[in-house]
């Protein structure tokens, strides 16, 4: 009995058995983000293959869907290596996350109940000691701990999926903001003062505590960026450009 619909646009799916897949991605994410391999690295297969201790196959898969993701590229004459941001890229980032979280953060102050301001500040606790500890990586995953409970309570989930779009290029980028000098304190200052905004149910100090937050870490973390995303290594571009 022939189907209802098209075969060529509903047919069988095939399932997919790729949890290690999955792992290597994650764990190539999180190492791009927190600059363990940084802009311009060269991604030698064969080493990250011995580092991580998996098959090729598996490997290519993984660097295939962070390459999808723009965290990976080819180059001329290097092969694959992590994606350099340039200043106007991040810049664009930067921008569209401040308009999103103001966006949220006047959600918050007008619809979140008393139970999810209780788990933000839970939130805000918890990153306040990451900051302390000064370990990159405990900061990282308490400040998108953070921003999940922070758009769940505006209950705006569409803002989290597109910041969950953003957060490998806004990761990167954060863990360089966090490099600069006097950045983390600065930081820690700067969500205290969303918080309590939120608290006192004042959406404009909200959005403004939310956006001079992004500023100050798009300040921090486009000093020095190239102009262009180009590698030094990559002359063939220059030229031609």
Not at 12 to 20: D, F, G, H, M, T
Not at 122 to 127: D, I, Q, T
């Amino acid at each position: 009995m022939a189907g209802q619909y098209p075969s060529a646009i509903l047919a069988p799916v095939k399932q997919e058995v790729a949890p290690l897949r999955r792992r290597i991605t994650s764990v190539l994410r999180e190492a791009i983000g927190a600059g363990v391999l940084a802009p311009g690295a060269r991604l030698v297969e064969k080493d990250l293959c011995r580092e991580l201790n998996v098959s090729r196959t598996s490997l290519r898969e993984a660097l295939r869907e962070l390459e999808a993701e723009g965290l990976v590229s080819h180059q001329a004459n290097r092969g694959l290596v992590v994606t350099r941001i340039s200043r106007k890229e991040a810049a664009n980032v930067y921008r569209v996350r401040a308009a999103l979280e103001a966006l949220v953060a006047e959600q918050f102050a007008q619809e979140a109940d008393a139970e999810a301001l209780d788990h933000l500040k839970e939130r805000a606790v918890e990153l306040r000691r990451a900051y302390e500890t000064g370990d990159l990586r405990a900061i990282l995953d308490k400040k998108k701990a953070f921003y999940d409970s922070f758009c769940q309570g505006a209950g705006n989930i569409l803002v989290l999926e597109l910041l969950n779009r953003l957060n490998s290029r806004i990761t990167q980028l954060r863990a360089r903001s966090l490099n600069a000098d006097n950045r983390k304190p600065q930081s820690i200052a700067e969500i205290d003062q969303l918080v309590a905004a939120l608290a006192a149910r004042d959406p404009e100090a909200a959005q403004a505590a939310a956006l001079q937050h992004v500023r100050n870490a798009a300040q921090a973390a486009l000093a020095n960026l190239p102009e262009t995303s180009l590698d030094d290594g990559d002359t063939s571009k220059k030229e031609e450009a």
